[in-house]
């Protein structure tokens, strides 16, 4: 979850409540009843271009709406179980922890609302190092 309030803490007690027979469950931009405030058109295309762009070259993902989320819930143990495989780069660490581990997902929607503080770190340099992620967890041995 964000420090910046995009992610409505109000929200986690349902997080935790529908986590019951479930080992990640993510708060979802892009499933029935969910949405994004505040973003322009072509934002709005980047995010959902790398969310296809990974189901695409990324078959274990492909059931998942929004990879891109910030806001989720993962079991302790699970997450610790592997935490030696993982190596997280940039702002796509639920991404990374989907590919290289089993987990039972859930999806439940919220809607992204414009941030109360700070500025968005999103340019040139995160789309890079998004690709390089995708490139990473693609080959990955």
Same mark, same amino acid.
């Given at each position: 979850?964000?420090?910046?309030?995009?992610?409505?803490?109000?929200?986690?007690?349902?997080?935790?409540?529908?986590?019951?027979?479930?080992?990640?469950?993510?708060?979802?931009?892009?499933? &029935?009843?969910? *949405? $994004?405030?505040?973003?322009?058109?072509?934002?709005? !295309? +980047?995010?959902? /271009?790398?969310? %296809?762009?990974?189901r695409?070259?990324?078959? &274990?993902?492909? *059931? $998942?709406?929004?990879?891109?989320?910030?806001?989720? !819930? +993962?079991?302790? /143990?699970?997450? %610790?179980?592997?935490?030696?495989?993982?190596?997280?780069t940039?702002?796509?660490?639920?991404?990374?922890?989907?590919?290289?581990?089993?987990?039972?997902?859930?999806?439940?929607?919220?809607?992204?609302?414009?941030?109360?503080?700070?500025?968005?770190?999103?340019?040139?340099?995160?789309?890079?190092?998004?690709?390089?992620?995708?490139?990473?967890?693609?080959?990955?041995?």
């Open positions: 979850m964000d420090a910046d309030l995009q992610h409505p803490p109000e929200l986690i007690p349902e997080l935790i409540r529908n986590s019951e027979g479930y080992d990640i469950v993510i708060a979802s931009r892009y499933i &029935k009843g969910g *949405g $994004i405030e505040g973003w322009s058109i072509s934002r709005k !295309l +980047v995010s959902k /271009s790398a969310n %296809l762009l990974a695409i070259m990324l078959p &274990k993902v492909r *059931g $998942i709406r929004d990879l891109g989320s910030g806001f989720f !819930l +993962v079991k302790r /143990s699970k997450i %610790l179980a592997i935490s030696d495989k993982i190596n997280p940039g702002f796509k660490f639920l991404l990374e922890v989907l590919c290289v581990g089993n987990f039972k997902v859930l999806e439940i929607p919220y809607t992204f609302r414009p941030r109360r503080y700070g500025k968005s770190k999103f340019g040139l340099k995160e789309i890079i190092n998004y690709i390089k992620l995708l490139w990473r967890l693609k080959f990955a041995r």
